[in-house]
């Protein structure tokens, strides 16, 4: 920005005198004034650019952010998901070993049950036998006459 002073020389040298000095100073002035204004509105326009630029940033950094954390949410809803899913095939696991040791214990009772009957109807047989075996002696003793009974019942007592 030149001054007044500087001007004026300027205008002297170029042989500018009173009105016509005058007159080019003012131009000049007005010059400078001029592109220190357009200067002003370009520094502005730039301003205004980068404004918007920072702006356009902040606006895609936000949805950045946003989809990351949608995403974030629907990895943790998706893990959730899987989490309960786990579980429940666990509960599922329990329960389903839960009855097999049910049906386990259930056959082991319907074993034991069933050997219990056989040996119940092997000691029945086994009595039933004795008695026959019994009956048949005391009917040879009635046979024989008192002598083989006897003898017969000594036996009997000494086995028994």
């Known amino acids: 920005m030149a001054t007044v002073q500087v001007l004026k020389d300027l205008g002297e040298q170029m042989g500018l005198k009173g009105t016509e000095l005058r007159d080019f100073i003012k131009e000049q002035q007005d ?3 001029e592109e ?29 952010e946003q989809r990351e954390r949608e995403e974030q949410d629907k990895q943790t809803a998706e893990q959730d998901k899987q989490r309960q899913s786990e579980e429940k095939l666990r509960e599922y696991q329990r329960e389903q070993d839960e009855k097999d040791r ?7 009772k319907s074993e034991r049950d069933k050997m219990d009957f056989e040996l119940q109807m092997k000691a029945t047989e086994v ?6 075996i019994r009956e048949d002696e005391e009917g040879e003793d009635n046979k024989e006459g008192s002598v083989a009974s006897s003898h017969t019942r000594q036996r009997i007592g000494v086995k028994g």
């Open 31 to 33: 010059l400078e004034r």
């Open 36 to 64: 220190r204004n357009q200067q002003r509105e370009y520094d502005r326009v730039q301003q205004d650019k980068l404004d918007k630029f920072r702006l356009t940033q902040m606006e895609r950094e936000k949805e950045k």
């Open 102 to 108: 049910e049906f386990v214990i259930e056959r082991m």
């Open 127 to 132: 009595k039933k036998a004795r008695s026959e």
